[in-house]
């Protein structure tokens, strides 16, 4: 555990929500609980339930949802989640979020994402790297940067995907893409379809995706989170996103569509076995991809929800598949190839995980 914690690591598949502390929501609930918007004693219950099913788990963001939609909310937690992965040593992380719309506390979807950069912009336990036209500070980046008053700190560098959720329309899912072009200079540097996948409908959101795909912005899609959705897994591997999320349910010929792509996916072991889409590690589908040397990524996907941390990820993958320090390694810095950040950034990448390659014994 102490060298996955070590290790520099990259997060690709990481819901800002999912990722809130306990400690956080429980405060959060009480304010809340005083103000008589939940039920305290209900929701720290819910809170701190451990094992949650699918069906739970999208519970769960709603409650989630009622406690940080205001701006000073998400500023707080977007600054927290960013300071725990750097805290395990993330070098690289590509945090998405579904902007959103609340009359009641006056936000748009602008303005949510403007707190969330506000929040990027408030960390102070690490040198946080985000806006990709600072091409100079990037490029001299490594593992350390100092700050103005000549104090080094450790750097991590941060890119936001919006998420289009399932249960939105094609005008709402039009106008996040909108957003994300507005917001590319601003370090958004892709789209993300999540939200419950037995909710909403692929065609729903084909053209608003395809208006992102032909304006260049990268797409991610939550693919075979269920069973029985064939046409859908099969229009998502057609449409050929840059990577997928999760890769559960498919068809034998679609397992085959996916290797021949080469359609890097983000895997997340806990979530997976949590939600029971997976029944054990034992079956889970990373051996199979692994083993064909598809392009794989380990991510957390929801740290807050399912109790986990990447450094978790990396030593449950090495203790159920049996990886070595090595392979652990590679696979970690294989992950650069499909960040969704520019050449600039994938350059110090490689050169820290470079200066952090393990010494073979003699
Ligand atoms: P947010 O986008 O920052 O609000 O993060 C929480 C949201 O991410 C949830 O409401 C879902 O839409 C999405 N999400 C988180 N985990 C999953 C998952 O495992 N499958 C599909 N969607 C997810
Ligand atoms: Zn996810």
Redesign the pocket.
Known sequence: MEWCLKQPKIELHA????SVRNSTLLELAKVQGEKGVVVFADVEHVIMKNDRSLVE??KM?DLI?VLTTDHETVTRITREVIEDFAAENIVYVEL???PKRNEAKGMTKRSYMEAVIDGLRSVDTVDVSFIPSDLNRENSSRYFASNDNGITRRRIFVRLLL?I?RRESTAAAMDTVQLALELRSLGVVGIDL????LVGNWDTFLQPLLFAKDKGLPITL?CG?VKNRKEEVQAMLDFLPQRIGHAIFFEEQQWKQLKQSKIPVEICLT?NIR?ECVTSINNHHFADLYASKHPIVLCT??TG?FSTSLSREYRLAASAFGLGEMELFQLGKNSIEYVFADEVVKKSLREIFDSATPKLPL
């Open positions: 819901h800002l929500n999912g788990c999208f963001f949802h998405r979020t579904t998420s959720d999540s939200g419950n996948p939550h989170e979530s939600t996907d929801d929800i």
